[in-house]
């Protein structure tokens, strides 16, 4: 009920960000809940499990801060924001940059997760983050195409997904 709620009010407030990132998250944390339900897992995660939840729930919503707030084209170039480790912008490239700055670390955070286990999860979620920022670098590189920034956001729910499933198998 909630999400329908902030769905209608999000559209009737003509998609402001803030509306619309509350949405995505709340979408997020009911697709999790979703999947907590199919698996019949108990939530009870390790410190890890929670930081690795909370660093891609983080990247999606920034992700979807940067997009909605137009801060999409701030940081040109790849995996530089418009040539400079700290970008000297507004704060739309400090946005942008901070987002790819979570993707990064979501990128070594898995790759060590990956390394570390034999397990296929981990080794699957950072094939997916390796997709996302394939896709992400593409996008930018490309000038923002369309059909590049769905792919981006499925991806992202994609990796948002498994990160929940995995961690809960990880119990």
Known sequence: ????????????????????????GTAM?????????????????????V????????????????????????????PLCNGQLLPAGNYTQHIHWTHRLLAYTLFAATLWWAQRTRRRGPAIIFALVMLQLTLGATMVLLGLPPILQAAHVAVGAGVWSAVVLATLRER
């Open 51 to 78: 930081m690795l939840l909370l660093l891609t729930f983080a990247t999606v919503l920034l992700g979807a801060l940067t997009a909605n707030l137009g801060a999409a084209t701030a940081c040109l170039g790849f």
């Open 29 to 49: 944390l009911l697709l999790a809940t979703l999947l907590v339900a199919v698996t019949g897992s108990s939530p009870g995660l390790r410190p890890g499990s």
């Open 1 to 24: 009920m909630l999400q329908v709620a902030l769905g209608a009010i999000t559209v009737k407030l003509a998609l402001p960000p803030w509306t619309v990132i509350l949405h995505l």
